[in-house]
């Protein structure tokens, strides 16, 4: 059911009706993770389509007031966010081994108890057809007792003494037999009796010393799920690594090129500049040399010109040393300060689909799958005290009402194939979807962990709450004996 909410990304407004708020909010997050990952394929196909491309380089632009952080101080927090980090993860490790432990144990406590109620179920049946086969004993014996009563009566009324004397003999040798029979056939039944009750203490015995065996069973398959989990993330970690890795190269190939290029523009800008200040100091010299020829020539028409009325010629105003010719001598460039670069690390049996037509499908589909399979029964094959039929919502509330915290029972639902867990909440009824995919049973929103069968599921939460509240299933409603109305109704349907 859930699978196909995630593959269609939508719900069915009468599903949505019977969800509680919490199993809303789990649903709300699995499709939020659902879109997620679909989103973060499609963004490696995007790395992927850009990565194909050749490199296009941009035209760098300088800050001039870039902050370039201490390489000491950058790897002294790198190292405490490493430590701080290593700590959760140590943490997290230690209380996720606990809590596999602590289920480990309570899930072998109930395979080992669902195996004892088997047994003593196959001894009870064995010890009440042993009961009624002395019972038919019993009966036989009287009645033949009687037939030996009214044949001694006959014959004292019809037989002559002789006869009577050999017919009573007769009864009395098969009388003889009968009892030798009986007491044998009683003997029989009290070493059967015998062996059934030291087969259930060897039973018992054998469960207390393989309970810790099957513990640890249950433990190491837990934690190697836990360890493939683990190793998958890791291969995903890893392959995330490599496409970074390999998308940092290329980043570090197209930002070479960049530093290059900007290299480049600098050289030539400073060519550039170069040119320009000689072509300037050139037209400068250029005017100074003019200018100091019209000042010469003036200054010459001026001697002429004194010499030819006889006064002494005034002195030159221009007589300062012409200007060195420019040089192409440049000042050395300044070296570059680099930049400190840190690599970051990148922590990048299923029910039927669809809502069923009507309630009478789901009845449909409980006699025709389910009950072959014994759902809603006891190892022992007796009917649970809280399983019902197709009851509703408030025929459930209505049985829960003033009940104590953790009173619950496990209805057939009318709109859906599959089961409801009704329970009293700390503070309010809640109702639960049971989930079936793959022959196994987990309550929708709480623990993910699937069950052989409901009584397994009532059974591990007895021990491990089925809510965030933290309530545990305490006290079951329903008939103690015999099937439930709702449950006999079913069963008389043609």
């Known amino acids: 059911m859930l699978q196909q909410i995630l593959e269609t990304m939508t719900v069915e407004p009468d599903l949505l009706e019977e969800l509680?708020?919490?199993?809303?909010?789990?649903?709300?997050?699995?499709?939020?993770?659902?879109?997620?990952?679909?989103?973060?394929s499609?963004?490696?196909?995007?790395?992927?389509?850009?990565?194909?491309?050749?490199?296009?380089?941009?035209k760098l632009q300088f800050d001039k007031y870039a902050d370039i952080a201490d390489d000491d101080e950058?790897?002294?927090?790198?190292?405490?966010?490493?430590?701080?980090?290593?700590?959760?993860?140590?943490?997290r490790e230690k209380a996720e081994l606990e809590e596999d432990e602590r289920q480990a144990r309570i899930l072998a406590e109930i395979e080992i108890q669902a195996e004892l109620e088997r047994k003593k179920a196959e001894a009870d049946r064995i010890a009440e057809e042993l009961k009624r086969q002395e019972e038919e004993a019993l009966q036989r014996r009287q009645q033949e007792e009687e037939q030996e009563r009214m044949a001694a009566l006959e014959r004292e009324q019809?037989?002559?003494?002789?006869?009577?004397?050999?017919?009573?003999?007769?009864?009395?040798?098969?009388?003889?037999?009968?009892?030798?029979e009986a007491k044998k056939e009683a003997e029989r039944k009290q070493k059967e009796l015998e062996r059934l009750e030291a087969e259930r203490q060897k039973a018992e015995a054998h469960a207390?010393?393989?309970?810790?065996?099957?513990?640890?069973?249950?433990?190491?398959?837990?934690?190697?799920?836990?360890?493939?989990?683990?190793?998958?993330q890791e291969k995903e970690e890893k392959r995330l690594d490599a496409e970074f890795a390999k998308q940092e190269k290329i980043a570090k190939k197209a930002e070479e090129e960049q530093r290059k290029a900007a290299h480049k523009a600098r050289e030539e800008a400073k060519k550039q500049a170069s040119l320009k200040r000689t072509s300037s100091m050139l037209e400068r010299r250029a005017k100074e040399t003019a200018e100091f020829k019209r000042q010469e020539e003036l200054a010459l028409q001026q001697r002429q010109q004194s010499a030819s009325s006889g006064q002494p010629p005034l002195p030159s105003r221009h007589n300062k040393p012409l200007p060195a010719p420019p040089t192409d001598d440049k000042p050395p460039p300044r070296p570059l300060k680099k930049k400190s670069s840190k690599k970051s690390s990148v922590q990048l049996i299923s029910s039927p689909e669809g809502p069923p037509p009507?309630?009478?499908?789901?009845t449909n589909w409980f006699r025709q799958s389910e009950l072959p399979r014994g759902v809603g029964r006891s190892p022992g094959g007796q009917w649970c005290q809280w399983f019902h039929g197709p009851i509703s919502r408030q025929d459930a509330e209505t049985l829960l009402a003033g009940q104590p915290r953790g009173a619950f029972l496990i209805r057939l639902s009318t709109r859906i194939y599959g089961y409801t867990l009704s329970f009293v909440d700390q503070d309010r009824f809640k109702h639960f979807l049971i989930e079936i995919s793959n022959g196994h049973y987990a309550v929708c929103g709480g623990s993910s962990r699937g069950h052989t069968d409901l009584h397994a599921l009532v059974k591990f939460h007895e021990n491990v709450a089925v809510s965030k509240s933290g309530t545990q299933l305490t006290r079951p409603l329903g008939i103690a004996r015999g099937p439930n109305k709702s449950v006999t109704a079913i069963m008389s349907q043609p």
């Open 74 to 91: 950058i790897e002294r927090k790198s190292k405490e966010a490493a430590a701080e980090a290593e700590r959760l993860q140590e943490e």
């Open 158 to 180: 019809y037989m002559s003494l002789k006869q009577a004397r050999l017919e009573a003999e007769r009864e009395a040798k098969a009388r003889a037999k009968r009892e030798a």
């Open 208 to 232: 207390a010393e393989t309970l810790k065996l099957k513990e640890q069973e249950i433990y190491f398959d837990m934690r190697k799920a836990r360890e493939e989990a683990k190793r998958a």
């Open 358 to 362: 009507s309630p009478q499908a789901v």
């Open 20 to 40: 509680t708020k919490d199993q809303k909010e789990f649903l709300f997050h699995k499709i939020r993770e659902e879109q997620l990952r679909r989103w973060k």
């Open 42 to 58: 499609a963004m490696v196909e995007v790395d992927q389509a850009m990565v194909s491309r050749p490199p296009h380089v941009r």
